[in-house]
Nanobody, 122 residues
């Protein structure tokens, strides 16, 4: 079993910064990729950023390019999202996502964190 635990959400004024963290724990055989998704009220969940574990290849949503940076610490099984120049439209619940193979499966499973609220005031 694998668990993803998120931290770092909160309330910030427009133009400010936050850093989200997500640590994977449990029976991890390997991590293929981890990333961040967000869901605002009345909207569908959307990809924010993702990073592959082996090569560190990143993908960003156009709306966050140049403002957000995703990174990883392989030794800690942790992914981070540094969010700068935050805008009110960034307000959402942010969910950590992991594509992870555990010790009981030959194939990767998709895991989700519990979500952390990010609110950006104007």
């Amino acid at each position: 079993q694998v668990q993803l635990v998120e931290s770092g959400g909160g309330l910030v004024q427009a133009g400010g910064s936050l850093r989200l963290s997500c640590a994977a724990s449990g029976s991890i055989f390997s991590i293929n990729a981890m990333g961040w998704y967000r869901q605002a009220p009345g909207k569908q969940r959307e990809l924010v950023a993702t990073i592959t574990w082996g090569d560190g290849i990143t993908i960003y949503a156009d709306s966050v390019k140049g403002r957000f940076t995703i990174s990883r610490d392989n030794a800690k099984n942790t992914v981070y999202l540094q969010m700068n120049s935050l805008k009110p439209e960034d307000t959402a619940v942010y969910y950590c996502n992991g594509r992870i193979r555990d010790g009981s499966s030959w194939f990767e499973n998709v895991y989700w964190g519990q979500g952390t609220q990010v609110t950006v005031s104007s």
